[in-house]
């Protein structure tokens, strides 16, 4: 789930503080995990992730780039764990 503050001119809170109140009281909740995180603005490299590995491919020649994704995605489904 992504959640998006009220403008700061229309809170008093920081985003932190608004997280570290969110985190008491979902940590009651039995049965549920949460992880919450205030991204970067700017992302550099990459969309954020809590995966062991994340691989991400570019290229100009999007025909070159989705061919060489197929054959990234078949070798990963057979590496053992």
């Known amino acids: 789930m992504i ?3 009220k403008d700061r001119s229309e809170r008093e ?3 932190d503080q608004v997280i570290n109140r969110l ?8 049965g549920i995990n949460v992880f ?3 991204p970067p603005t700017i992302s550099v490299g990459g969309t ?3 995966s ?3 691989v ?5 020649d999007t025909t070159e ?13 057979r590496c053992p764990d």
Do not use: D, H
């Open 36 to 38: 919450l995180q205030n």
């Open 13 to 15: 809170s920081t985003i």
């Open 52 to 54: 062991q590995y994340q």
């Open 56 to 60: 991400s491919l570019q290229g100009a």
């Open 65 to 77: 780039l989705y061919k060489y994704a197929a054959i990234m995605e078949e070798r990963c489904v």
């Open 23 to 30: 985190r008491a009281k979902l940590v009651q909740i039995p």
């Open 3 to 5: 959640m998006t503050l």
């Open 48 to 50: 954020s992730s809590r």
